[in-house]
């Protein structure tokens, strides 16, 4: 069955500092990738995708995410982070011909100033 | 576009009650999800409707919920009667038809069960 891990339950950085956010999925055939983010009191809002050709996406807000068919992961980075980046962020695997988003369990963000 | 709609934002109820739950998707979407979210379970979808069709209701919890879609503007999600478990952050989402995945969340609402 699809599945996707979250490996870092929460994260802190200081402002200024790069950021990288891991997912690792599980599924047969090239997946399709997505990372959510949600503020707090907020709904998911999409921060990018990939469904195939050039692993390397960029997305809103400054980040991107690069796919590595051979580590079965999805990581997001962004180079310098602001305040405003704090906030839950989701990684979720499209579950093919079932029509499903198959989400992590998230990571929380915190920035230090 | 305003986005998809929830309301209310904010439930609070009595065990036993009836609560409903409603959505306004994106114009022109074909997809809409109902999701609950806790601390403990996660985001669970819960069941999802295609042109106004439930597709898949296999995440809905028991008996206890109901969802429906009367036409493409609009969806209820009914628990009745309500328990304490059932307190949540309860999402609805919409998709174009071409891109289901690309699901664009409402708000929420936050259901308070006493």
């Known amino acids: 069955a699809q599945s996707v891990t979250q490996p870092d339950i929460h994260i802190t950085v200081s402002e200024g500092a790069s950021l990288e956010l891991r997912c690792n999925y599980s599924?047969?055939?090239?997946?399709?990738l997505f990372w959510y983010v949600q503020s707090p009191g907020q709904g998911l809002q999409l921060l990018l995708k990939?469904?195939?050709?050039?692993?390397l996406v960029q997305g809103i807000k400054g980040f991107e995410a690069e796919f590595k068919r051979s580590q079965s992961s999805f990581n997001l980075r962004k180079p310098s982070v602001h305040w405003s980046d704090a906030a839950e962020y989701f990684c979720a695997v499209g579950s093919g011909g079932y029509n499903k988003l198959i989400f992590g369990a998230g990571t929380r963000l915190a920035v230090h100033p | 576009d305003a986005g998809v709609i929830q309301s209310p934002r904010h439930e609070v109820t009595e065990m036993g009650q009836e609560v409903t739950l409603r959505c306004k998707p994106i114009?022109?979407?074909?997809?809409l999800f109902w999701y609950r979210q806790t601390m403990m379970r996660g985001l669970e979808l819960l069941i999802y409707f295609n042109n106004n069709v439930p597709i898949d209701d296999s995440g809905m919890p028991e008996d206890r919920f109901s969802a429906k879609m009367p036409n493409a503007s609009f969806s209820t999600l009914k628990i009745q009667p309500s328990e304490p478990r059932d307190s949540a952050v309860y999402f609805c989402a919409s998709s174009p038809r071409d891109r289901i995945y690309e699901q664009y969340f409402g708000p929420g609402t936050r259901l308070t069960v006493t």
């Open positions: 990939y469904f195939s050709g050039d692993t």
């Open positions: 599924y047969g055939a090239t997946p399709y």
């Open positions: 114009s022109g979407h074909d997809y």
